[in-house]
């Protein structure tokens, strides 16, 4: 019978998370409890922003495949396209201080059409707002959606 040889690893060992994250019915994230948060929407805005200022600066813009990659996923995936449009989303979703910074940001990404979406996508929303206030401030938000 041959001896089979076994090689040794040639990647790293995956390092075990940290902490017990979790964004259900409780929202526990660990080190980003705290953590400020963006919609794709904002985050398009800031990104773009920079790279547009280091363009008009002549600075060394580093287009990175990544940095394409993520501007490419933003501009796919943000429901507000506009400046105006964008603040005016989270003076809404700041309006609810019940709220955790992690589901206005999940409110402002996935744009839910009803308080039932809404409250499935992000349960920790269950006893946080009625189902009429959130559709509420839903239909408000979609009011400031592009047609």
Same mark, same amino acid.
């Given at each position: 019978?041959?001896?089979?040889?076994?090689?040794? #690893?040639? &990647? +790293?060992? !995956?390092?075990?998370?940290?902490?017990?994250?979790?964004?259900?019915?409780?929202?526990?994230?660990? /080190? =980003?409890?705290?953590?400020?948060?963006?919609?794709?929407?904002?985050?398009?805005?800031?990104?773009?922003?920079?790279?547009?200022?280091?363009?008009?600066?002549?600075?060394?813009?580093?287009?990175?495949?990544?940095?394409?990659?993520?501007?490419?996923?933003?501009? #796919?995936? &943000? +429901?507000? !396209?506009?400046?105006?449009?964008?603040?005016?989303?989270?003076?809404?979703?700041?309006?609810?201080? /019940? =709220?955790?910074?992690?589901?206005?940001?999940?409110?402002?990404?996935?744009?839910?059409?009803?308080?039932?979406?809404?409250?499935?996508?992000?349960?920790?929303?269950?006893?946080?707002?009625?189902?009429?206030?959130?559709?509420?401030?839903?239909?408000?938000?979609?009011?400031?959606?592009?047609?």
């Amino acid at each position: 019978m041959a001896s089979r040889s076994v090689h040794p #690893a040639t &990647s +790293r060992s !995956k390092a075990q998370p940290t902490g017990n994250e979790e964004a259900g019915e409780r929202i526990s994230l660990g /080190e =980003f409890q705290d953590v400020d948060t963006l919609t794709l929407s904002e985050a398009a805005l800031v990104i773009n922003a920079l790279v547009s200022k280091r363009r008009n600066d002549r600075k060394n813009v580093n287009e990175t495949e990544m940095l394409t990659k993520t501007i490419d996923y933003l501009d #796919a995936f &943000s +429901r507000f !396209k506009q400046k105006e449009h964008v603040e005016a989303v989270e003076r809404l979703l700041s309006a609810h201080k /019940e =709220f955790h910074k992690f589901e206005r940001a999940q409110l402002g990404s996935l744009c839910c059409e009803t308080a039932e979406e809404a409250k499935t996508l992000i349960p920790s929303l269950q006893d946080k707002i009625s189902d009429d206030d959130l559709q509420e401030l839903l239909d408000e938000m979609y009011k400031l959606m592009p047609r």
